[in-house]
């Protein structure tokens, strides 16, 4: 692939990545992986591979398209993609999508046995970035939910794990699979740019009949990646296509997972980032909807890997709670908890906006630690305190390589540990410098330079989802470590340990030692 370099970021891309902050308000290969991550010795789950093309209906696809303003609105890749050897299309889908509803209640297990209901016509949009050159891909496709509490679609996902996707060579689909997204409510800001409002001549052709068929939209973007890959991903072959989505979008993953995947069987795996209690509900037009209950527990016989991401921000927060619906690992569900982590910190709201994977917005979080920043995107959204400035892109990148192994190869990631609650199951256990204890280690937490959590934020909008960040002060800096070289073993050896547990993947170690050595920390 090319050299990156970096490009700066612009204005409608900073207005656009707001809508991300809003995504927790809402309750409405090849090559396996870029690094070795820890798995268990048994193998548990079938090798990925295409559907059964009787199980899912195939759109039709038009495209690229190149109407309107000439370019895809979706808060514009924040950097240059051709300088890290990708590029990006924009198709339309369209075709007859149905509706689902049950008969009976839906359990809390998330053994529900949905059936179709009603059909309507759609026409929706997908936006794939992949490797220009066939030899750089893995045969890994991601296909995210975008996330539309703000009013239009945002790509989360794609934030915190493109650095990931890119240096493994896989391809990334984001989906309209919302109303919302394409024509705009809630929030004035981002109804601006929502898709029919922000390019009315390029989205002329989109219709989309409501959320109840939303899931079977997301089915059939899944079959147009196997089934049209000729255009859709300019004739390379998939041979694993997974799942993700965040925060909203996971609420609606997990209803999926529990109502659709059992009828569809499209995705390998499932990447279940930042979701609540409940699943999102699965009808909306009858007389009596169809609500998922609270909990909503991930069901655990599809055969496929789910994986299910939480900061402290989800398990705890407010309006989320997934500490409700916690369940065990078995051969087809895992759960990360990530101490010192929040819902959305310094990196998804602003930094990873132009992270290339040169290194520079690596060095850009650690320094955040020591001076986080109060507001983002140019002061749009200001917070009572600094946010976090955590370590939630590097291992929510791990839990997407060790998702992708998961599936192609079928063995599990080694189990994770929790994190330690107490007794109220409301709060964090935490140590004498503030930080929570158990769950995923990282040198963030376990060599600290400030006191990171995915709690105690308050300021105006969504802020309560952004944690916060108290950088140590310089008598407690010398106090744990006499020297910068004392700092930079400890750090070092943390990160080896991260690796080996799989916590952080090997190319963003050999990164963040490189940051750490060049930092002022104990000097």
């Known amino acids: 692939m090319k050299s990156p370099t970096f490009r700066p970021l612009m204005i409608l891309a900073c207005v656009a990545a707001v809508s991300v902050l809003a995504a927790g308000c809402s ?5 396996a992986a870029s690094s070795t991550t820890a798995t268990t010795e048994k193998p548990v789950a079938p090798l990925a591979g295409p559907p059964e093309p009787s199980k ?6 038009e495209g690229p398209i190149t109407t309107g303003a000439g370019k895809a609105v979706l808060g514009p890749p924040k950097f240059d993609l051709s300088t890290v050897g990708y590029t990006e299309e924009e198709f339309f889908i369209s075709g007859n999508a149905t509706s689902y509803t049950s008969a009976v209640p839906l359990s809390e297990d998330g053994e529900w046995s949905a059936t179709p209901d009603a059909s309507a016509p759609y026409t929706s949009r997908i936006v794939v970035r992949r490797p220009a050159d066939k030899s750089d891909f893995d045969g890994t496709v991601v296909v995210e939910w975008l996330n539309v509490s703000g009013g239009l679609d945002a790509d989360p996902d794609w934030t915190y794990t493109h650095t990931e996707l890119i240096r493994s060579g896989s391809a990334w ?11 705009g409510g809630g929030s004035a800001l981002g109804s601006a740019l929502a898709l ?3 390019d009315s001549v390029r989205y002329e052709p989109l219709v989309h009949p409501g959320d109840d068929f939303s899931y079977d939209i997301f089915s059939q973007a899944g079959a147009a990646v196997w089934f049209d890959a000729q255009k859709v991903l300019g004739g390379f072959d998939p041979t694993t296509v997974l799942a993700a989505g965040e925060s909203q979008s996971a609420f609606r993953l997990t209803t999926y997972i529990n109502a659709v995947a059992p009828l569809a069987d499209v995705f390998d795996g499932y990447l279940v980032h930042s979701r609540a209690a409940k699943g999102a509900p699965l009808a909306t037009e009858p007389a009596t909807p169809v609500e998922a209950p609270d909990p909503t527990l991930s069901r655990t016989d599809l055969q496929v890997p789910v994986l299910v991401f939480s900061s402290e921000t989800d398990l705890v927060g407010d309006r989320l709670g997934y500490v409700r619906a916690r369940q065990p690992n078995t051969d087809f569900f895992a759960g990360w908890e990530v101490p010192g982590t929040a819902h959305a910190d310094a990196y998804s709201l602003g930094i990873g906006d ?5 290194g520079e917005a690596d060095a850009e979080l650690f320094a955040a630690m020591s001076a986080p920043p109060s507001s983002v995107y140019f002061g749009i959204i200001s917070c009572s305190s600094p946010i976090n400035a955590g370590p939630h892109t590097y291992v929510v990148r791990s839990a997407l390589s ?9 063995v599990a990631p080694a189990a994770m540990p929790q994190l330690d609650l107490d007794s109220a199951q409301t709060n964090y256990v935490r140590n004498d410098s503030g930080i929570a204890e158990g769950g995923i280690r990282t040198p963030q937490v376990d060599v600290p330079i400030a006191t990171l959590s995915g709690l105690g934020q308050e300021g105006q909008s969504f802020c309560g989802l952004f944690g916060t960040t108290v950088p140590f002060a310089g008598e407690q800096i010398s106090a744990q470590y ?5 700092f930079v073993t400890a750090w070092n050896s943390s990160l080896d340990a991260s690796v080996k547990t799989g916590a952080i993947l090997q190319a963003d170690a050999d990164q963040l030692r490189t940051v750490a050595a060049n930092s002022a920390i104990a000097e």
Do not use: C, M, Y
């Open 27 to 31: 309750s409405s290969e090849g090559d």
């Open 56 to 61: 899912v209906v195939t759109p039709a696809v």
């Open 173 to 183: 689909v984001g989906v309209s699979a919302q109303r919302v997204g394409i024509f």
């Open 196 to 198: 029919k409002n922000a």
């Open 354 to 358: 132009s992270d290339d994977g040169s």
């Open 402 to 410: 060790a998702l992708r192994t998961w599936a192609i190869t079928g």
């Open 482 to 486: 006499p020297d910068h070289q004392s």
